[in-house]
């Protein structure tokens, strides 16, 4: 049996083996499930140091309870995120769920009679529904298959999923009552895509379901339950974007769409001639997230500026719109109203951490309902993020935000590293830095967060522009242009630059430390793509035509060609620079195999490439005991690299 480590446990196992005068320096102990290769021992002082950088916690908010007014939160306090129960406003957490995997899903029946939620296995994204029953959580599917749960009907009897346990491959929708497991019916077969039901409309008649074809092309169905029938709501010969769709209590279909505009707008798809109707426009920005209250009287909605949220509520009594200005400048995620018109909001701030909160869309009062423990340290005093605003090589304008050191705590030029964020589409936000709060409070260290083409939060024009193998490495020209111009600030150290990203980030760090090699010192790069083809050909069935759909199809000769050609792996010989890889056994998406091949090429030319592996996680590391072991190697790592010196 592997032994667990968690975090208290560290230093008194530590101090436990203390060697003795003149002996080596006392080292940490490592989890036993990590695979350290070519790393140094963590010294034990080093975890002394950075200890209270490691005990933050996060509190996401995940639902509301109808029977008691308590709020559900996601948050840790052992090894991994549970399900916990907050009664009152800064009340005592109560935990419920008590998995050795994190939980972060979950949704209560309409009435609160039931609670179910979802969770895998070591990372390798394999879903498992659940009910929680009288504190013990009670297995709803096979076991076996890859599961995602979907809406509770209005009634409350009924809930749809999503289940591949039919073919291995791809969702299905199905329909279940909980009470009863085995009354699961299948209600679409798919042949491809990503299928998810969404919602039902209000008198359970029909169920809204999404097949997400890529980033900007999501085609809806509506499902007759009693017929079994499913009706195309989209053209698919049109592709268009949708977020946060949902039924009205008086049956119209709200939604976020690009439809007829390059931003996300607000409106409603009519159900007969399938088209959509904007009511809401902030003109250059996207409207992401958003939720109906059960009266209809109101809509709450995130506003995405450049990556910073603004919440906004509409009257649907008078078309009024009004801004929630008081909230501290970061990202809400999970907007839900509670059944008696409280919103509730995850807010995620360098300067106040992630926690939950709630609004009053009447007086748009706001009350916080956690606040998370960041190991004794004020994160009223993280710096705060800047906008960092540019043009690329070709014109294109783009973002990102940097995070600067105390300049009088810190003097002088400064080293920078960058962090390239992973999807592509995905976008880097002014967020908390939990852990790389170090960095920068305590080394001085600068980051970097870049929107490079690609990249979502920007309209559909531009996240088009890397698509394919050909447009590929315009986005790491654009990292470039990012270089340039941090490279002209006074307070950046030009001299001592890195790069790092995770997944889509970490091909990313690998071509810029190809393509850039010149003005950088080191590289570090998480479970990121190697090879474009092997990756392709790898990666999970089900998620292969989503991904073609963005780099390109490896089974045409000339794209194959072109995705050997932009792939770092090829060109591995040309890595002149120190490369750490961290990856995850279980990933599903990015296989091991993609970080195997590149620590071994960079190997064989002499070069530097420590490599951190997990046997127990997937795309990326969710254990605290693991991902604090990897912060660890990272910064003995950049120590060793970027920072002693400046050699």
Do not use: C
């Not at 042949?191 to 008649?205: A, L, M, R, V």
């Not at 190809?514 to 089900?542: C, D, H, M, P």
């Not at 990015?590 to 960079?602: C, K, L, N, R, T």
């Amino acid at each position: 049996m592997r032994n667990k480590w968690l975090p208290g446990m560290l230093v008194v196992a530590a101090m436990a083996a203390m060697p003795g005068p003149g002996l080596a320096e006392e080292v940490a102990p490592k989890p036993a499930a990590l695979v350290a290769d070519q790393i140094p021992a963590v010294p034990l002082d080093m975890v002394e140091r950075t200890r209270p950088y490691m005990e933050y916690r996060t509190a996401a908010f995940v639902d509301w309870d109808p029977k008691t007014g308590a709020m559900l939160v996601s948050t840790r306090f052992a090894d991994t995120s549970q399900l916990h129960r907050v009664a009152a406003p800064m009340g005592q957490r109560e935990q419920l769920t008590f998995a050795s995997e994190p939980v972060y899903s979950a949704q209560y029946a309409p009435d609160g009679s039931a609670l179910l939620f979802q969770k895998d296995s070591g990372g390798n994204e394999v879903n498992q529904i659940y009910a929680l029953e009288s504190g013990l959580p009670r297995l709803l599917t096979d076991g076996a298959s890859r599961n995602s749960l979907g809406p509770w009907s209005s009634s409350g009897k009924l809930v749809a999923f999503g289940s591949n346990k039919r073919t291995g491959l791809y969702n299905d929708i199905y329909l279940m009552d909980p009470a009863r497991p085995e009354s699961a019916r299948m209600l679409i077969a798919s042949t491809g895509g990503g299928w998810f039901p969404i919602d039902f409309s209000p008198d359970d008649k029909q169920l809204l379901v999404f097949n997400y074809v890529s980033v900007s092309d999501n085609q809806l169905y509506l499902i007759d339950l009693a017929a079994g029938a499913a009706r195309q709501l989209t053209d698919s010969s049109k592709p268009v974007g949708y977020d946060g769709l949902k039924f009205a209590p008086d049956g119209r279909l709200w939604a976020a769409s690009d439809f007829g505009s390059d931003v996300k707008r607000l409106g409603v798809v009519n159900l007969k001639t399938s088209l959509f109707e904007p009511l809401v426009d902030e003109k250059i920005w996207d409207i992401t997230d958003f939720d109906i209250s059960q009266d209809g009287r109101w809509i709450a909605f995130e506003v995405n500026q450049a990556g910073r949220s603004l919440l906004k509520f509409y009257d649907m009594q008078n078309g009024e719109i009004r801004a929630v200005d008081a909230l501290p400048a970061g990202v809400i995620s999970g907007v839900k109203f509670a059944p008696w018109g409280e919103l509730g909001i995850t807010l995620n701030s360098n300067r106040t951490g992630t926690d939950a909160y709630s609004v009053n869309p009447e007086t748009l009062a706001i009350t916080r309902w956690t606040r998370s423990e960041t190991g004794g340290l004020d994160s009223a005093a993280n710096v705060a993020p800047e906008l960092v605003e540019i043009e690329s090589f070709d014109g294109e304008k783009m973002s990102g935000y940097l995070y600067r050191p105390d300049p009088v705590r810190h003097r002088g030029k400064r080293p920078l590293i960058l962090s390239i964020h992973g999807g592509p589409e995905g976008q880097a936000k002014p967020h908390f830095l939990g852990r790389n709060n170090y960095l920068v409070n305590e080394l001085g260290v600068a980051l970097f967060y870049p929107n490079v083409r690609g990249s979502t939060g920007f309209g559909k024009r531009f996240v088009a522009l890397d698509n394919g193998p050909w447009l590929r490495e315009n986005s790491v020209l654009d990292i470039g242009a990012f270089l340039e111009h941090l490279r002209q600030d006074r307070k950046i150290d030009r001299k001592r630059i890195a790069v790092t990203g995770g997944s889509y980030g970490g091909y990313m760090t690998l071509a810029a430390m190809l393509r850039y090699g010149g003005q950088l010192k080191a590289g570090l790069e998480v479970v990121g793509i190697s090879n474009f083809v092997t990756f392709l050909e790898n990666t999970q069935a089900y998620r292969r035509d989503l991904r073609r759909a963005e780099y390109g199809d490896e089974r045409d000769p000339a794209q194959r060609a072109k995705l050997q050609e932009i792939s770092p792996l090829i060109r591995a010989s040309e890595i002149r620079i120190p490369l750490m890889v961290v990856t995850g056994e279980n990933d599903p998406r990015v296989p091991e195999s993609e970080a195997e091949q590149i620590v071994s090429a960079v190997r064989a030319n002499g070069r530097p490439a420590w490599h951190l592996l997990a046997e127990n996680e997937g795309h990326g590391f969710r254990k605290k005991a693991n991902g604090d072991y990897q912060f660890w190697a990272s910064l003995l790592f950049w120590q060793k690299y970027l920072l002693d010196d400046g050699k």
